[in-house]
């Protein structure tokens, strides 16, 4: 009985099945207009880098100096850029360059921001001062100019700019899971685990962690809209994605030199960009208002 006590996380209400929580929030979700709205255009372009190499388009990296800056038409919907290049085609494997950036950062984020997250709110005394202390340090940097700091010491590449976001991201997830950590590890589950012997590595990985998850899935979310403007930002200022690969701040930086012979050049990646963080950032709210358990 002892050992299937430890093996399982405890539930947030113990007295309801662990799945009915999950349910309810999921009816929540659906149930929520912005959510499915938010939900819906981030599986657009989803869509939209998974089925960019299977698509009949133009090869992005492809010149073409007899169409150079031509208007929007039938051939080319979105026009064509400073070397004829289709702006559709960017456009679509720029959202692989995008999504590619967020998913990568989020993932170094709560690699290094959870564990330490951990460490600091379970243990506390001079372990949480010195990553507390680090932590507050880091944040009281605007989070664009650490990227940026990151992005310059490694170089200019997409690897290391995505390496750079995620980095800048990890004071965030840090000071996030050590709020719930602390809120956690008081409740009875806890000190009933301790009760029967549970180690501290156990109770933290297979009670304390996963009743942070809520939080931690809505921040994710969040940061991917971050991400992707830091991404298009760093891209722009010759720090991200390098040509001619593809990236939507690095087609605004081409774009911006051409404002008036060719304003399409900027249209198309720019309200990519804006729908693309409107989308995560509708997600988010709408996965924070169902995860939330003092809301219905």
Same mark, same amino acid.
């Given at each position: 009985?002892?050992?299937?006590?430890?093996? #399982?996380?405890?539930?947030?209400?113990?007295?309801?099945? &662990?799945?009915?929580?999950? +349910?309810?929030?999921? !009816?929540?979700?659906?149930?929520?207009?912005?959510?499915?709205?938010?939900?819906?255009?981030? =599986?657009?372009?989803?869509?939209?880098?998974?089925?960019?190499?299977?698509?009949?388009?133009?090869?992005?990296?492809?010149?073409?100096?007899?169409?150079?800056?031509?208007?929007?038409?039938?051939?080319?919907?979105?026009?064509?850029?400073?070397?004829?290049? $289709?702006?559709?085609?960017?456009?679509f494997f720029g959202a692989q360059t995008s999504l590619l950036a967020g998913i990568v950062s989020v993932m170094?984020? =709560?690699?290094?921001?959870?564990?330490?997250?951990?460490?600091? !709110?379970?243990?506390?005394?001079?372990?949480?001062?010195?990553?507390?202390?680090?932590?507050?340090?880091?944040?009281?940097?605007?989070?664009?100019?650490?990227?940026?700091?990151?992005? &310059?010491?490694?170089?200019? #590449?997409?690897?290391?700019?995505?390496?750079?976001?995620?980095?800048?991201?990890?004071?965030?997830?840090?000071?996030?899971?050590?709020?719930?950590?602390? #809120?956690?590890?008081?409740?009875?589950?806890?000190?009933?685990?301790?009760?029967?012997?549970?180690?501290?590595?156990?109770?933290?990985?297979?009670?304390?962690?996963?009743?942070?998850?809520?939080?931690?899935?809505?921040?994710?979310?969040?940061?991917? &809209?971050?991400?992707?403007?830091?991404?298009?930002? =760093?891209?722009?200022?010759?720090?991200?994605?390098?040509?001619?690969?593809?990236?939507?701040?690095?087609?605004?930086?081409?774009?911006?030199?051409?404002?008036?012979?060719?304003?399409?050049?900027?249209?198309?990646?720019?309200?990519?960009?804006?729908?693309?963080?409107?989308?995560?950032?509708?997600?988010?709210?709408?996965? +924070?208002?169902?995860?939330?358990?003092? $809301?219905?």
């Amino acid at each position: 009985m002892t050992q299937a006590v430890l093996d #399982s996380p405890a539930p947030l209400n113990p007295g309801e099945p &662990a799945l009915k929580p999950r +349910r309810g929030a999921f !009816g929540k979700l659906i149930r929520n207009r912005s959510a499915l709205i938010g939900g819906t255009i981030v =599986l657009i372009f989803v869509l939209m880098a998974l089925l960019a190499p299977l698509l009949p388009l133009a090869d992005p990296l492809k010149s073409n100096f007899l169409a150079i800056r031509k208007p929007p038409s039938e051939l080319y919907w979105f026009g064509t850029d400073e070397l004829g290049r $289709d702006q559709v085609a960017r456009l679509f494997f720029g959202a692989q360059t995008s999504l590619l950036a967020g998913i990568v950062s989020v993932m170094i984020a =709560l690699a290094i921001g959870i564990p330490f997250g951990l460490l600091a !709110g379970w243990y506390g005394g001079w372990i949480d001062i010195v990553i507390s202390r680090v932590t507050e340090a880091l944040l009281a940097c605007p989070f664009l100019i650490l990227a940026i700091a990151f992005a &310059a010491i490694l170089g200019p #590449s997409l690897t290391n700019a995505m390496i750079a976001i995620g980095l800048s991201a990890v004071p965030i997830f840090i000071r996030l899971v050590r709020g719930q950590v602390m #809120s956690v590890k008081a409740e009875d589950f806890v000190e009933g685990a301790r009760s029967v012997g549970a180690r501290d590595l156990r109770i933290m990985c297979v009670h304390v962690l996963p009743n942070t998850l809520s939080p931690i899935v809505v921040q994710s979310t969040l940061f991917m &809209a971050q991400a992707i403007i830091l991404e298009a930002s =760093l891209s722009f200022l010759g720090l991200g994605q390098q040509p001619p690969a593809p990236s939507w701040g690095q087609m605004l930086n081409v774009a911006k030199n051409f404002m008036e012979q060719a304003p399409w050049m900027s249209i198309a990646p720019g309200i990519a960009i804006f729908v693309a963080v409107l989308g995560f950032n509708l997600l988010g709210d709408g996965l +924070r208002d169902a995860l939330d358990p003092k $809301d219905g």
